[in-house]
């Protein structure tokens, strides 16, 4: 079984409009669809914005539903001048950028010993960037598609300082807010995961504004490298 997780409901429509749902249950107020996306057995869900709503969907996938690979997409702000919106981010690394435990001589987003970023499953990370590549690249020449870091923390940056100690201290590419909570649960079961992001904005000034305008733009995006990644999914 598949999960698919995304946080706001602009992100999920498609895949609700898609998704021939066979049962609907709701644990801890997060609604989980059960059906088929094109002919494969997927649960679906809405988890809400953040890391302790990522965290709590994820684990109930995993008991409820028994998914062996989570699918995660949304939105993110870009950390590098070489990605614009539009571009798209697969994890292969996520990490909490909030998580601080420097006053113990931690370094920053470091949650055991040595344990500061989590790999993502390679696998999944090489099928999600050859769906890209065979279903939405040819028509979309000006935009590029990269694998890298991903920090996530509780707070929508907009900021220019946060934004370069991010991109310096974590070697990240973007920046978005339910990723790591997503790596890490997945981590602790042995279950497969996937970040894929959209850059909706520049994470500084105005990317909130940039944030609104493009949401469902990305999110149509998302829902089309996921239904290509799924047949390849074992
Ligand atoms: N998701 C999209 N843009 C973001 C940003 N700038 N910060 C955190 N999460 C985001």
Not at 58 to 69: E, H, P, R, Y
Not at 80 to 93: A, E, H, M, Q, T
Request: hydrophobic share 45%.
């Amino acid at each position: 079984m598949i999960g698919l997780l995304s946080a706001m409901d602009e992100e999920t429509e498609l895949f609700r409009q898609n998704i021939q749902i066979e049962v609907s249950t709701t644990y801890a107020g997060i609604t989980f669809n059960k059906g088929l996306l094109n002919g494969i057995e997927v649960v679906h869900s809405k988890c809400g914005v953040g890391k302790i709503n990522a965290a709590a969907a994820t684990q109930l996938m995993i008991d409820k539903f028994g998914v062996k690979s989570v699918i995660f997409t949304g939105l993110a702000g870009t950390l590098v001048p070489y990605l614009k919106r539009g571009d798209i981010v697969i994890s292969n690394f996520v990490g909490q950028h909030d998580f601080d435990l420097t006053a113990f001589g931690k370094r920053p987003g470091q949650v055991t010993d040595g344990g500061r970023l989590i790999e993502a499953d390679p696998k999944l990370v090489q099928i999600a960037a050859k769906a890209y590549e065979d279903t939405l690249a040819q028509n979309r020449k000006d935009a590029q598609m990269v694998v890298g870091t991903i920090v996530t923390g509780d707070s929508f940056v907009a900021n220019s300082d946060r934004l370069k100690w991010l991109q310096r201290e974590f070697g990240a590419v973007a920046a978005e807010m339910e990723g790591a909570a997503v790596g890490q649960v997945c981590q602790a079961n042995k279950v497969a995961f996937v970040i894929i992001r959209v850059i909706s904005d520049g994470a500084s000034g105005d990317a909130a504004g940039q944030f609104i305008m493009f949401l469902d733009e990305a999110s149509e995006l998302s829902y089309k490298i996921v239904a290509a990644m799924l047949p390849q999914i074992k």
